[in-house]
């Protein structure tokens, strides 16, 4: 059965703080891990990563691809509060399967 | 364009109503899909179009009926739905599905409540 798992399942920072999230896949048909951030309503595209070991950055965010390991992470530096959200991985190839995502709490 | 916009925003109805879900995008996307996602859980896939075909139905109760009329709009009807159908209905629309791993753009939901 095809699986994705995020941890932490929740998150409590400071501004400031440096936070790494993590996703774990077991999808038989993959060809790319997507990385979403979700506020209210529709979740926003942050990065898609298709190849193993290229760090993919924009401003404070990045995340990289480890396909040995089926892994990705994304870490955000400099926390601010609005980066409070829950951040969602999605891997697959025609059709993705979501993690449950991490909720993110930033503190002022 | 590089919006997926999806009608109503908020929907109530009652277990004998009939109602419909409408997303559009004019990015000339070939893949549309509709997930549901309940609170705190992530979003589950439902229905997948490809090329205005059904591709996927994610063994979905017949009470929700997908309809893709041409290459930017699709539809979903609900019909008898129970309480437990209340969740927000996400559409996406990636750019060809046939390819593979292309990234889903999403709308911003219709939270249906139902009563």
């Known amino acids: 059965e095809d699986k994705v798992v995020q941890s932490p399942l929740s998150l409590v920072v400071h501004e400031g703080d440096t936070v790494t999230l993590n996703c774990s896949y077991e999808v038989t048909n993959f060809r790319s891990l997507l990385w979403y951030k979700q506020e209210k309503k529709a979740p926003t595209f942050l990065f898609m990563l298709?190849?193993?070991?290229i760090e993919k950055k924009s401003g404070r965010l990045s995340s990289i691809l480890d396909k040995k390991e089926l892994s990705s992470i994304l870490n955000i530096t400099a926390t601010q509060t609005g980066d409070s959200a829950i951040y969602l991985c999605a891997g697959g190839r025609n059709q993705f399967y979501f993690g449950t995502g991490t909720s993110l709490t930033v503190i002022p | 364009d590089t919006e997926v916009t999806q009608t109503p925003k908020h929907l109530v109805m009652g277990m004998t109503n009939k109602k419909s879900l409408k997303c559009e995008q004019h990015?000339?996307?070939?893949?549309m899909y509709w997930y549901k996602q309940k609170a705190k859980k992530p979003p589950e896939l439902m229905f997948v179009y490809s090329y205005e075909k059904l591709s996927i139905n994610e063994s979905v109760p017949s009470r929700f009926s997908p309809e893709c009329p041409n290459s930017s709009l699709l539809n979903l009807h609900l019909h008898a739905l129970q309480p437990e159908d209340s969740a927000l209905y996400l559409c996406?629309?990636?750019?060809?599905?046939?390819?593979?791993?292309?990234?889903?753009?999403f709308g911003s939901g219709t939270q249906l409540s139902v009563l």
């Open positions: 996406a629309s990636s750019q060809d599905r046939r390819r593979g791993g292309e990234k889903l753009f």
């Open positions: 990015m000339g996307h070939r893949a």
């Open positions: 298709t190849s193993s070991g």
